[in-house]
């Protein structure tokens, strides 16, 4: 039955093995392509062979009406089935796959009834060709080396790392390509495989399952067949599909799953999604090594990936001489001699790179290791390929929240406490976080409470195609908002812009967004020097506290980032307070006033330490006067400050010793938007009154702005009263007497008011 | 028994290197008494011929590899770290095992002159003379460029950069020029240069870029496990007080335990289970600096405190090693106190020592 049917077994996104697989199509020239891949989803493969596609891109196939369930197949440009593909489809054989339908799959995914609990962690087994089937739901938690490493997963790499070696592919090369005598590489592979799954317990139901399947679907070519037939699965299947079962044996595994009706299409893919470490695995560790073997001749694969690595750092600005590159060839070479490995692979390149190139400073390396190791490249879908998982969601959410595109502007007022108002309010943040600005948040700054939200509504037609472009971040809106916040994370500079995001992501009810920023957010807290920085940070990580509580979010790690941002606000706001111009002072007593808001609002444990801050400031003759006047401005509003020692300050500051400008900077610290505390405080008021005495007639011109501010929001009537309390005049007390037989008044009024509000309530 | 206080690595493990060579099949680079591989199984451990041979050097073995790959081209080798971490050591032993001669090496001190690196002049022959090869008096430098061996400068970054300078011919064109005798010597196969150099004290003279770009550069790390950094630290600060006729105190290995997690967190820039990101100061906290810090805290404890190590008595020098910078370093600790000691019951006795100090 073997007979005219040619397996090659690969390993899955391997160059090397895609290079020979080619040669090997060429030689058997068959008439039929088969490859592992979702059987129902063979009429999308000619469209992976348009000119416009550009790899990586994915096949994604979900349950129709559910796209947060999605399944992708990756494929890159090195990647052998893909290779196959374009080769079957450029020759006219027909081809197509075979591995079991989509729906066989779904009961691994989580069902929709738990979707909404993100605690549930879906039980996806990692026996895909292409790597784990992964649920979009829980890109995250499953580890790397989990799922990476598991030798049905990559049995190739498993030998690989047996036998020393960090990267497959090198161990492809060395073993199997640079191999003194040559021989057919896929029986020897096949070999290899039957050995190494003796060494392991039998398929489990799913695995073997997918193998009848396939036993099934090759039988179903090869009686056909007028030719033979090229079967392009992962290594570890072969001996299976070698050996002989009965049909029925075969068809009896294939019982049990109900049929389902399945969305498909493309969609376009990234290299990092491609490398192993982040989300949907494809099981690559290093699509960027694994891209230059295949675009690199055997031959020039050491030196241009050299000076690939010279363009990069130098791109960084490091300075690298075309000398040190032929000297870090040499030492790799000698460094593979060493190791007894005929050519020099992936490690010892990069040991030689650091040696030689980056004078031994590893750091050097890094900044530039990601690109070259995994590349960013993002794939390109043609037109015409529908790309409808987004907007169908979109569909789907905007019938559960009962909003309607509308053209024409709208308001709507949602109250988060109730379900639906919680909803919306999500949608259109979500919306917000991949750019589509369907709805606009009026008064972001929140003075309506937490609990409240306004928006202005309106649809616009190019909103579609913004929302589509957002599918390379994943399949549902929950999901394209949670990638494309993780993506923005490496361009957001500062703590403030950090924290913002942390924010966006809360109130998207992006958990998993929100933990990933909150987690970068921590690491550059630790490193953060500047205090300005820390101090603008601390209002929306407030915020994000408070809209936590109403968003049913778990806030934990966030209230002790806080704090401790506040505590190292606080140890640095002394030194930072000193030696400031105008134009700093200024944003940094802003940011002072923020800050003291925040920390206030949510009563953190920070407070004393911030408090002792704003004391030292306050006693530093060396502080700027501005940033001291606030400093003793927001104590004496706390009562940290007595009354009778603000005056002594106030006196001190304003003494005719301290120049015009450290007095008028001071002055306005303290009382900026504050003039009305002078009508009532007589002793402050002629703390001030001396002073403004005291100044010639120059410098209170030149100090006319301040006083300006500090008075311009005094209404007339107040202007009125501090102008009499000014110039001395008797002001005219309110006078307060006791009159007789109030008490009875008093509480037949408060009864009269009982009944009304008693009689209302009946009412209702 | 002989009286040499410290014999050089060729003659302490002549055993290793003679198995070695007895078993060594791969080929040598000329020049060498054995084969690269054989140098970084002498170097990491290993078996040769049934014997085992013990590991000179413990860690990372790619380091070794990469280092003795260098010395088989014709770069020279330039050891980097900060002090304690096994630079000379390593640098002793690669002698030893490629040229079975770690002697020929020169001390580089910031008095280090040209005569020392290229050569001198006996002033008796040179006036009885004049400008002759008999007036001439090699360094090791040279010498070792005549026999084909490797020589050994150490803390190169320590002498003055013109005189670092003079090493730019060497490496390149393997060749030192007379020009007071109109020749030049040129090097023998097998010869080479380990340097080694530390990269984080203050004052040291930055190679010029084109020396730098001369060598190829191996960063020898300080120990990556706790374990093993506190085993190291003990067994030093005991020989240490030993030698010193300290009292040995009881609580030695909790009190560098505790040391070392203060250190080795300072050190890496994050708490020990990774979860909080903190500032680095500008001192190395080495595990040298550790085992000093300690000693320092015996001889306290011995005459001060009853023979008990307590954080009162560490805490003086703890700081001292921490904070180098009285700014930068002042801040860093201050922040690494609130946000992260102050949390720990079991560091409430440091937290407010240092506190107070501070």
């Known amino acids: ?764 | 028994m002989s009286d040499v206080l410290r014999h050089p690595a060729e003659l302490t493990y002549a055993d290793d290197l003679a198995a070695l060579k007895a078993t060594d099949h791969h080929p040598k680079p000329v020049g060498w008494v054995l084969s690269p591989q054989s140098v970084v199984t002498y170097l990491v451990g290993g078996t040769a011929g049934g014997r085992s041979i013990d590991p000179k050097y413990v860690g990372n073995r790619r380091i070794i590899e990469t280092a003795v790959a260098t010395l088989a081209t014709d770069r020279a080798l330039l050891l980097m770290g900060i002090p304690g971490t096994a630079k000379s050591w390593v640098s002793e032993h690669m002698a030893a095992a490629i040229s079975g001669d770690s002697t020929k090496i020169i001390q580089c001190t910031a008095g280090t002159d040209e005569n020392q690196i290229r050569y001198g002049w006996n002033y008796a022959q040179l006036l009885a003379k004049g400008p002759s090869r008999e007036a001439l008096v090699p360094t090791p430098l040279l010498r070792a460029m005549e026999s084909g061996s490797i020589c050994r400068l150490e803390e190169l970054t320590r002498m003055g950069s013109d005189i670092q300078d003079t090493l730019i011919t060497v490496l390149s064109e393997k060749m030192l020029p007379i020009p007071e005798l109109n020749s030049a010597v040129y090097a023998q196969r097998g010869f080479n240069v380990i340097a080694t150099a530390n990269d984080r004290d203050k004052g040291v003279n930055e190679l010029s870029a084109a020396l730098k770009r001369r060598f190829n550069v191996v960063v020898l790390p300080l120990p990556d496990d706790l374990e093993e950094e506190i085993r190291i630290v003990t067994r030093r600060v005991s020989e240490t007080a030993q030698s010193l006729n300290l009292p040995e105190a009881k609580n030695v290995v909790e009190e560098v335990t505790r040391v070392l997690a203060i250190f080795r967190e300072l050190r890496s820039g994050e708490t020990a289970d990774g979860k909080v990101t903190i500032k680095s100061p500008s001192s190395t906290l080495s595990t040298a600096e550790a085992i000093s810090v300690m000693v320092s805290g015996l001889s306290h404890a011995a005459y001060f405190n009853n023979g008990v190590l307590s954080a009162d008595g560490l805490a003086a020098n703890v700081l001292g090693a921490i904070v180098k910078d009285p700014v930068q370093d002042k801040a860093v600790l201050e922040e690494y106190l609130e946000t992260v000691l102050k949390k720990r019951r079991d560091y409430s006795d440091y937290y407010t020592t240092l506190t107070e100090l501070i």
């Open chain 1, 1 to 764: 039955m073997v007979g005219d049917v040619h397996y090659f077994g690969i390993r899955h996104h391997g160059p090397g093995s895609a290079r020979r697989l080619l040669e090997a199509l060429e030689d058997v020239l068959p008439v039929e392509v088969l490859i592992e891949g979702p059987s129902d989803l063979s009429d999308l493969i000619p469209m992976l062979s348009h000119q416009d596609m550009v790899p990586p891109v994915a096949l994604l196939a979900y349950p129709a009406g559910e796209p947060e369930r999605s399944i992708f197949w990756p494929f890159a440009v090195f990647s052998p089935e893909y290779q196959a593909i374009c080769w079957a489809v450029k020759k006219g054989v027909p081809v197509r796959f075979i591995d079991l339908p989509v729906y066989w799959r779904l009961p691994e995914l989580p069902s929709s009834e738990n979707e909404n609990e993100q605690t549930v962690a879906p039980n996806v087994e990692h026996d895909s060709r292409f790597g784990s089937p992964r649920s979009t739901e829980s890109p995250t938690q499953q580890p790397p080396e989990q799922s990476g490493f598991s030798i049905e997963r990559d049995p190739i790499g498993a030998l690989a790392r047996v036998a020393g070696y960090e990267d497959g592919e090198s161990w492809w090369q060395d073993v199997i390509e640079e191999n003194p005598e040559p021989g057919p590489i896929f029986a020897a592979v096949a070999d290899a495989m039957k050995a190494l799954r003796d060494s392991v317990a039998p398929p489990k139901e799913h695995e073997a399952a997918r193998e009848a399947h396939m036993r099934l679907e090759i039988a179903k070519s090869l009686k056909s067949a007028s030719g033979p037939i090229a079967v392009v699965c992962g290594a570890w299947h072969v001996p299976a599909l070698k050996e002989k079962h009965s049909m029925k044996d075969d068809r009896e595994l294939l019982k049990g799953v109900a049929k389902r009706k399945i969305s498909a299409t493309w969609t376009p893919w990234t290299a990092p999604r491609l490398a192993i470490d982040s989300g949907y695995a494809a099981g690559v560790t290093y699509p960027g090594w694994n891209k230059h073997l295949w675009e690199t001749s055997r031959k020039e694969q050491s030196t241009r990936w050299m000076a690939r690595t010279a363009r990069c750092l130098r791109e960084q600005g490091q300075m690298v001489s075309t000398a040190s590159l032929i000297e870090a060839e040499r030492l790799a070479v000698a460094i593979a001699a060493i190791r007894g490995r005929p050519r020099a692979g992936f490690e010892e390149l990069i040991d030689a790179t650091v040696a030689c190139i980056c004078y031994g400073n590893e750091i050097v390396w890094k900044s530039v290791a990601d690109k070259m190791l995994v590349g960013d490249e993002v794939g390109v879908i043609p037109e015409g390929v529908p790309l409808a998982p987004l907007l169908e969601d979109l569909q789907k959410q905007q019938k559960i929240t009962r909003l309607k595109p509308e053209a024409l502007e709208r308001e709507l007022m949602l109250d988060l406490r109730s379900e639906s108002g919680l909803c919306r309010s999500t949608l259109l943040h979500r919306l917000n976080a991949l750019g589509v600005g369907w709805g606009q948040l009026d008064d972001p700054g929140g003075s309506r409470g937490t609990f409240r939200e306004r928006w202005i509504l309106r649809w616009e037609p190019e909103y579609s195609v913004q929302l589509v472009e957002n599918l390379i971040y994943g399949a549902t809106i929950e999901q394209a908002a949670t990638g494309r916040i993780i993506a923005s994370l490496p361009k957001a500079k500062g703590l403030g812009e950090l924290s913002n995001l942390v924010f966006q992501a809360l109130t998207a009810q992006l958990p998993e967004a929100a933990a990933k920023v909150s987690v970068a957010l921590e690491h550059r807290a630790g490193l953060a020097t500047d205090c300005q920085e820390m101090l603008t940070a601390l209002p929306p990580i407030a915020d994000a506290l408070r809209y936590g509580k109403a968003r049913h979010v778990d806030m934990g790690q966030m209230a002790v980032l806080f704090d401790r941002i506040a505590v190292q606000a606080a140890l640095g706001l002394h030194h930072a307070s000193r030696g400031l111009d105008d134009e700093a002072a200024g944003t940094f007593r802003d940011s002072i006033r923020g800050a003291d808001r925040a920390i206030r609002l949510i009563d953190s444990v920070a407070l004393s330490s911030w408090l002792e801050a704003l004391r030292d400031i306050v006693d530093d003759e060396r502080a700027t006067a501005l940033i001291g006047g606030q400093a003793a401005r927001l104590l004496y509003e706390s009562d940290q400050l007595s009354s009778d020692e603000a005056v002594t300050l106030l006196g001190r500051k304003l003494s005719p010793g301290s120049t015009m400008s450290e007095a008028a900077g001071f002055f306005e610290g303290f009382l900026e938007g504050a003039g009305v505390r002078l009508i009532h405080d007589q002793s402050l008021r002629s703390c001030i009154n001396d002073w403004i005495l005291e100044i010639d007639e120059e410098s209170f011109v030149e100090a006319l702005p301040i006083f300006r501010r500090v008075f311009s929001n005094l209404d007339k009537m107040e202007r009125q009263r501090l102008l009499v309390a000014a110039l001395g005049q008797e002001t005219q007390h309110t006078r307060y007497v006791v009159t007789q037989g109030i008490d009875h008044c008093w509480s037949e009024h408060v009864q009269t008011i009982a009944s009304i509000l008693k009689g209302r309530a009946d009412h209702e």
